[in-house]
């Protein structure tokens, strides 16, 4: 949903969601820290709610750092960490030592060294409060339910202290994968599926030609507010059965239905757009 679905599209009816990042940003400009965990199903607009406000941020000469997790890096130790704190290794000298020397072998920076459990998280924290002395930060997190359990410990352990540093933690990750417990301590914002009027206006937004009314009905009670299910579910139609001249074939789940989606654009591409494509989902990490 991040490569297909734009801010403004996922975004559509999330005027609280917005106001309320806003509201933390706005704090931190004050010298007030905050964090967030936003989680939700699949497609909900998570990872839209996370770059409008790193947009936002960045307009606002607020320092962003971001990371994301990756299932196949799930079972590298602080590999989160390394992406978050990557832009700030360079203050590692004005945090105390012990913790600046923990870090430095957590991140494979300096060879390893034997240290408290806490030291790691602690320098976690002292870094985002050194760092926010020069402006303040936004350490937004996507995908937190797919980060090392060591990145993920130290995140909560930096959330739940958080106090006067002006430093906001924006975190992401999907429900049901533990995350609400581990960070139980946080403030937790959990995106639900878009109410019917919403809906049916992104659905007619997003659709390149027009949708029956009782067409427009049938998907937007598949996708089940889900924003990702109900800019994806117009693409599987003709234009016949967007207009309700033809009819349909199904209504689907919204998962298996997003599935058949993208199937069906994959196969629609030339042979070298299709593995050029391929590289860049196996690549991860790096610029695409």
Do not use: C
Not at 26 to 36: C, I, K, P, V
Not at 123 to 145: K, M, T
Not at 202 to 225: F, H, K
């Amino acid at each position: 949903d991040r490569s297909t679905i734009t801010p403004g599209m996922v975004l559509f009816g999330r005027t609280g969601e917005r106001e309320r990042v806003g509201r933390l940003l706005a704090g931190a400009r004050e010298g007030q820290s905050a964090a967030l965990l936003v989680h939700g199903e699949a497609g909900i607009g998570k990872s839209a709610l996370l770059r409008h406000a790193a947009e936002r941020a960045a307009a606002f000469r607020v320092l962003v750092l971001r990371a994301r997790g990756y299932e196949t890096e799930a079972d590298l130790p602080f590999a989160g960490l390394q992406d978050l704190l990557g832009p700030l290794v360079g203050l590692r000298d004005r945090i105390p030592e012990v913790q600046a020397r923990a870090l430095s072998g957590a991140l494979a920076l300096e060879p390893p060294v034997q240290a408290d459990r806490f030291a790691v998280p602690a320098a976690v924290l002292s870094l985002l409060g050194v760092a926010a002395e020069d402006r303040p930060v936004l350490g937004v997190v996507d995908d937190v339910h797919w980060l090392d359990e060591s990145s993920r410990e130290a995140l909560a352990f930096a959330a739940r202290r958080l106090a006067a540093e002006g430093v906001v933690l924006l975190l992401a990750g999907r429900s049901g994968h533990g995350l609400e417990e581990q960070f139980a301590a946080v403030e937790q914002l959990e995106l639900g599926p878009l109410d019917s009027e919403s809906a049916h206006e992104l659905l007619r937004r997003e659709s390149d030609t027009p949708v029956a009314d009782n067409v427009a009905r049938l998907l937007v009670d598949t996708a089940a507010g889900n924003p990702l299910a109900l800019t994806e579910l117009p693409g599987v139609l003709t234009t016949e059965q967007r207009e309700g001249r033809a009819p349909l074939a199904w209504p689907l789940p919204p998962a298996p239905t997003i599935e058949r989606a993208y199937e069906q654009r994959l196969a629609e591409l030339p042979a070298d757009a299709a593995e050029a494509l391929l590289v860049a989902a196996a690549m991860e990490t790096g610029r695409l």
